[in-house]
């Protein structure tokens, strides 16, 4: 199985400081979606990891989470594409859970559902919490500068990280 496992806000979609809330503030970054149907299209299985305390926070509820992911699946239908296993961690950051990014528990959860080894695979995100994560459970850490990956890369990133400027750049690399 060829598995590639994606952070969501900054990687897929635009990011916020102030969370991405409604359905109408979730806005795909260009090229993302075509990249993730591309990558399905060539034999990639793409799943998702993602922090979700925004659901801790009371500053949204799971309906609209789950109505975001469902319109992550249909553009990415649309484009003759599927998104695999979407897991998330609705904990906020004191709650002491093991699905937190920089822990590994979602990865783990991923690698679970297609009983798959993580060691290797690519775990793409935009900071450096997810780039702990992929070290964490030995998979290969990779930034993309869109999201908060700029910012990330100034303060310095595991010399192990491959680094591209956005998704699309990444389905061609991989295709």
């Not at 922090?51 to 609209?64: E, K, M």
């Not at 990415?76 to 979407?86: C, F, K, L, N, T």
């Not at 798959?116 to 850490?141: H, K, N, R």
């Not at 310095?156 to 991989?174: C, H, K, M, N, Q």
Request: proline share 5%.
């Amino acid at each position: 199985m060829k598995l590639l496992i994606l952070d969501r806000d900054g990687v897929i979609n635009q990011d916020s400081d102030a969370y991405i809330k409604s359905l109408d503030e979730w806005v795909p970054i260009p090229g993302a979606i075509e990249a993730i149907a591309q990558l399905s299209k060539a034999g990639w299985t793409v799943a998702v990891a993602t922090n979700q305390s925004g659901i801790a926070r009371g500053y949204y509820p799971l309906a609209t989470l789950e109505a975001m992911h469902a319109r992550l699946r249909m553009l990415v239908a649309e484009q003759g594409g599927e998104v695999g296993h979407i897991v998330y961690c609705p904990h906020g950051p004191d709650e002491g859970c093991d699905c937190r990014k920089p822990k590994p528990g979602l990865l783990r959860a991923i690698a679970e559902h297609y009983q798959a080894s993580l060691e290797g695979i690519w775990f793409v995100g935009d900071s450096q919490s997810d780039l702990q994560a992929a070290l964490a459970v030995d998979a290969q850490p990779v930034l993309v500068k869109t999201g908060k990956g700029e910012r990330t890369l100034e303060k310095g990133v595991p010399a192990s990280t491959l680094i591209y400027d956005d998704l699309a750049a990444i389905a061609r690399a991989l295709i």
